[in-house]
C-alpha cells in the first residue's frame, strides 16, 4: 500500500529552527508537495521538489532524496504565525497526490 | 480574486437527510476536486473532475454523488446522510494533472451528521 508518515506534532521556540520530515512509499513518484494549514483554514501551497537536493524560499526550504524516500521542511526565524499544520503530500505514478496526516507545530513564545 | 469559494461553511444533518455543497472557482481551471479531512487522517479524495461534463471516483467515493454542469462548479451531493460522514470537506482546483500542479483551496465545509 501506499504510505506517508510524519510526526503527529512538534513544539518550537519562536526564533528557532525546526525541522518537520516525511517519509513517503508510493507506487510511482512524480513530486512531493508542503502545504500549510492554519486551523479551521484551507491548505496553501509551500513547496514542490521532484528533483533530489535543498529548496530554499525565503524562511522555508524543503529538501528531498528519491533513493531515500525522505523529504523534510525547514523553517527557520519562527514566527508565532507559523504555527499551524504542515501537509506533506506525493503525487504517485497515476498522478494521483497521496496525503500525510500533516504535523502540528506549536510555537511557543 | 474569489479563487474557489464553497457554500455553506457549516451545516449540521440528521441521519438520512440530503444535501448538496456547492463549490464555484474563477481561475478557469481544468480539473476539480473534492476532499474529506478527517482527524488524524490525510486528505482524502471524493470525487474529481477533469473537465466540464466529466466525473471520476476517488479513493472514498461510496455515499456521495457528484457534478460538473459548468467549468466553473463542482456539486457534492449526499443522498442520505450518515453519521460516518460528519468530516470537513475540501474543494479545490488546479490548472491541469501534471506532477507540478499546485491546488487551490476552498475555505472548507463543516459537516455534522446527528
Known amino acids: 500500500g501506499q504510505n506517508i508518515d510524519q510526526p503527529t506534532e512538534m513544539t518550537a521556540t519562536e526564533g528557532a529552527i525546526v525541522q518537520i520530515n516525511c517519509t513517503y512509499q508510493?507506487?510511482?513518484?512524480?513530486?512531493l508537495f508542503w502545504y500549510q494549514q492554519h486551523a479551521g483554514e484551507a491548505p496553501t501551497f509551500l513547496s514542490y521538489?521532484?528533483l533530489d537536493g535543498l529548496e530554499e524560499k525565503g524562511r522555508f526550504s524543503s529538501f528531498l532524496s528519491r533513493s531515500k524516500g525522505y523529504s523534510y521542511l525547514l523553517l527557520k526565524e519562527l514566527q508565532m504565525k507559523d504555527s499551524a499544520s504542515y501537509l506533506c503530500a506525493v503525487v504517485d505514478s497515476n498522478y494521483q497526490l497521496i496525503w500525510g496526516a500533516g504535523t502540528k507545530l506549536i510555537i511557543k513564545p | 480574486n474569489a479563487g474557489v469559494t464553497q457554500t455553506p461553511k457549516f451545516r449540521v444533518l440528521k441521519t438520512g437527510q440530503s444535501m448538496t455543497l456547492l463549490c464555484a472557482q474563477d481561475?478557469?481551471?481544468?480539473?476539480m476536486y473534492w476532499y474529506r479531512q478527517d482527524p488524524g487522517m490525510g486528505l482524502r479524495l471524493i470525487y474529481y473532475?477533469?473537465?466540464?461534463?466529466?466525473?471520476d471516483k476517488g479513493e472514498v467515493p461510496n455515499g456521495y454523488n457528484v457534478s460538473r454542469l459548468k467549468k466553473q462548479n463542482f456539486l457534492l451531493g449526499l443522498e442520505s446522510a450518515a453519521p460516518s460522514q460528519t468530516s470537513v470537506y475540501f474543494c479545490?482546483?488546479?490548472?491541469?494533472?501534471?506532477?507540478?500542479?499546485?491546488?487551490?483551496f476552498g475555505a472548507g465545509s463543516r459537516l455534522t451528521v446527528l
Open positions: 508510493t507506487s510511482g513518484f512524480n513530486g
Open positions: 521538489n521532484v
Open positions: 479545490a482546483s488546479s490548472y491541469d494533472n501534471s506532477g507540478a500542479n499546485v491546488l487551490t
Open positions: 481561475m478557469n481551471h481544468e480539473y
Open positions: 473532475s477533469a473537465s466540464e461534463g466529466t466525473t
